[in-house]
């Protein structure tokens, strides 16, 4: 018995140690890399417990549905494990766990931008002050209500209607052309779209 088991063991180390094995080395790798545990526990310090507004739609990894954006919400869990998922208490003190989708090996670069990029943690009337005096009235008020117009700057189209599922870019007679699009789950058929010419709003598709 113990033969057997020492056999087994020296097996998995000549596989961990194998120059043609990549996958169980970049496993190893990867899980080395990862967040480390103080980390972790300052990040939790952070954002747990934390008032936010939802930039972003979140889609509950389970079957509680899509929480729109611009709603209030409270941060209860991080999971910081694999490709990540935060937790909220949404509307009627449900529970939504949303998938990060984040590369391995995480960095807390990497997991803050992407908090940047679900939630806005100013609430809406600081929001509306800080971009009337970054953008000026009327696009403070386009982006309040969510509404974009031809012109407005790149910045404020994210602003307004949040981060792309997709960004397609192309350079045409030295002129940047961007489409972005926008998909809900709730709806997969249906798609909306803004077209950008040298970083302004030129049309758009809801």
């Known amino acids: 018995m113990n033969s057997t088991k020492y056999l087994v063991s020296a097996l998995c180390a000549l596989v961990l140690l194998t120059p043609g094995c990549n996958f169980w080395k970049k496993t190893v790798d990867t899980l080395d890399k990862d ?4 980390e972790v526990d300052e990040l939790e310090d ?30 209860v869990e991080l999971d910081l494990h694999w490709s990540c998922a935060v937790g909220v208490k949404g509307p009627n003190n449900r529970k939504f766990r949303h998938g990060m989708n984040l590369e391995r ?4 670069e990497e997991f803050e931008t992407a908090m940047e990029r679900l939630f806005w943690f100013d609430n809406p009337e600081k929001r509306y002050r ?10 403070a008020q386009a982006i309040r209500d969510n509404e974009l117009f031809k012109g407005m700057k790149r910045e404020a189209a994210i602003e307004s209607w949040g981060f792309p599922d997709e960004m397609n ?33 030129d049309r758009w598709e809801e």
């Open 169 to 201: 870019t192309s350079d045409i007679g030295n002129v940047m052309q961007e489409q972005w699009i926008y998909r809900d789950p709730r709806q997969k058929a249906k798609k909306r779209y803004i077209w950008l010419v040298s970083g302004e709003v």
């Open 105 to 108: 090996p995480v960095t807390r």
């Open 35 to 38: 967040l480390g545990i103080e």
């Open 130 to 139: 800080l971009n009337l005096r970054t953008f000026g009235k009327r696009t």
């Open 46 to 75: 952070v954002y747990i417990g934390r008032k936010a507004w939802t930039r972003s739609l979140i889609v509950d990894l389970g079957q509680n549905g899509v929480i729109d954006r611009g709603t209030e919400v409270e941060i």
